[in-house]
Structure formats: C-alpha cells, structure tokens
C-alpha cells in the first residue's frame, strides 16, 4: 500500500520510536582508543595537529588508560616514539621501548584493558619509510624478520595483540610464526589488511613523526583506486593467521568495509583516521557543523557499514555521551 496508508514518518515521532526501531547500534565496546606513548617521565603533551590528543610518557599513559576502561572502552593501540632513529629502526624491537614498557605498566595497573600495537618500523626509521631501504627501494623480506622481531618484543611485554601496519607482503605469516615459535600462541594479530595510501593521514604523521622524507608509500600501500585488490588482501592474511583484519581509512572506503563484512566471517575493525577526525573538528572551529552530532553520525555510518571494532579518536567522547 502507498500514501496515505503507508506513513514511514510513523516510525520517527519519538526519540523513543526511533531508538525503537533503530537498526544500528553503537556502544563503547565498539571502539578502540589508539594512544601515543614517549620517552620521558611525567609527559602529557598536546599534540598540535590532533584536537584532544596527546603524547603520554608510561608513567602518565597508566592514568590515562585507567580513564578509558572506566568509559567502557575495552581496548587501546599503542603507537610509539623513539628515543632515536636510524635505518634500520632499530628501537622498534627493542624491550627497553616506549611502547614494551607501556604496555607491561598499562597491563599491570588495568589488567582487564586489551591492549594492542602497532608494528611497523615507519616512526623508527630515520628515513620514515615502513620498511628497510635497499638501494633506494623497500626490501620486503628483509623487513619482515625486523617487524617479527618487533611483535615478539610487544607480546613479551604482555600485548594482547599486534596489530602490523607496514603493508609487507607475507609479514602476518612471519609474525604468527615468530610469535608461536617464541611460545607466544595467545597472541592475536590484528592486520592492517586494507591499508590505502590515502591523504587522511596528515595529522597521525606528524604526532608520529613519522612521514616520508622522501618520496611515498604507494608501493607499499594499496592505491585507492584498486578496490578490487583489498579483498584478495584480506584474503591472503586470514590466510596467513590474522585474527582480525582492518579497513583503513574508514570514511572514504565505506564501500571496502561493506564488500569486506559480507565476504568474511571474522572480526572487521575500521579505523576512522586522524584525517577524518581533524576535518570534523576543523569544520566545527569554523561554525559549519556540531562536533558531537558529526561525531555520532560518523561512527553510526561506519557502524552500520560493516564494522565490528572502530579505532577511534572520537571513543573518549562517544562513550562519555554513551554513558549518560
């Protein structure tokens, strides 16, 4: 039947009918809050380029991580920053880093908190690029053994998971055997499987210091343009042992996420990008939009796409609405 018997404003008169009949739902358990973490003591600096966040020292993230598992939030990823760089990027695996002794004091203060890592070697490296340069070019196997040695050294330090981002092909087959081969079975990967070189990550490159100092990542990272190629990539890492498996960025590649929840029975997490978060809160500096309800549909739409986990700059705040 049509109009005037059908009335679809029927199922809108109320905030209550609407919650009602809402199809979507978004909660704190929906997210991860990714986090930076420094060298230094007593550390909580602004970062200039990302509105409400910071980078911690261990001894200050442990409070900032007790805040978060008090919203609900059940999980943060660790990225980190280095004492010093080199070519290699050899911090990145050592235990002594920021992010292994970040990890063992959030683990040890909010035990219940998951706690995540990135592993990629693009903050580490003097020269910015996620892999070891050969030549003027990224030497794929050979970066493979350094971000092995990387995830060993997080999940020794007590990670939950390791989340790799570089973009290596093979590298989640060579760290989930470093990581059994090290007696490190629990451990869950959670891979960047649908990495894009996008534009959105303006402002995550500069709180990491870790852009490019020459040329690009698009030998690495998938072009935008090639759609079809991310479902074969996220294919080839549940193939090769990813427990969970990431679209990254989430707005511009909605469609990605979608194709991705109806091909693949495993979890799906989106990463709603530094980008994405910063063009919010530009527009709303300008009077052009509501944080809190551009903040909120945002994340219903990334929700409703597909994905089951959201990395999230925005879960702080979303929870705190949540929760009220």
């Not at 490190?184 to 891979?191: H, Q, R």
Request: net charge negative.
């Amino acid at each position: 039947m049509t109009f005037p018997y059908t009335r679809m404003r029927r199922l809108r008169t109320s905030p209550a009918m609407r919650r009602l009949v809402g199809q979507t739902r978004l909660s704190a358990s929906d997210f991860v809050y990714p986090l930076f973490v420094c060298p230094g003591r007593g550390v909580k600096e602004p970062i200039g380029s990302m509105t409400g966040c910071f980078h911690f020292s261990v001894d200050r993230v442990v409070e900032e991580a007790r805040e978060i598992a008090a919203l609900g939030i059940p999980a943060v990823l660790l990225f980190g920053l280095p004492e010093k760089k080199d070519g290699v990027g050899s911090e990145a695996w050592s235990a002594e880093s920021a992010v292994c002794r970040a990890v063992a004091a959030i683990k040890q203060a909010v035990p219940e908190l998951v706690v995540m890592t990135d592993v990629c070697l693009c903050a580490y490296t003097d020269h910015g690029h996620c892999g070891i340069l050969k030549d003027g070019r990224i030497d794929n196997d050979a970066t493979l053994e350094r971000l092995s040695e990387m995830a060993v050294a997080h999940a020794r330090a007590g990670a939950d998971g390791v989340a790799p981002s570089d973009m290596m092909d093979g590298r989640v087959l060579w760290i989930r055997r470093a990581l059994d081969e090290a007696g490190l079975t629990d451990t869950a990967i959670l891979s960047y499987a649908a990495k894009f070189a996008s534009a959105f990550y303006g402002p995550f490159r500069d709180a990491a210091h870790s852009a490019p100092a020459d040329g690009d990542r698009k030998s690495y990272q998938m072009d935008p343009a090639a759609g079809a190629q991310a479902m074969r990539e996220i294919a080839l890492d549940i193939e090769e042992g990813a427990d969970m498996v990431m679209v990254k960025p989430a707005l511009a590649y909605l469609d990605i996420i979608r194709q991705a929840k109806d091909r693949f029975d495993i979890p799906l997490a989106a990463y709603n990008v530094s980008g994405e978060y910063m063009m919010i809160h530009a527009a709303a500096e300008k009077g052009l939009c509501d944080v809190q309800q551009t903040m909120l549909e945002t994340l219903i739409a990334i929700k409703r796409a597909g994905a089951d986990i959201i990395i999230t700059y925005f879960a702080k705040d979303a929870a705190r609405i949540m929760q009220k």
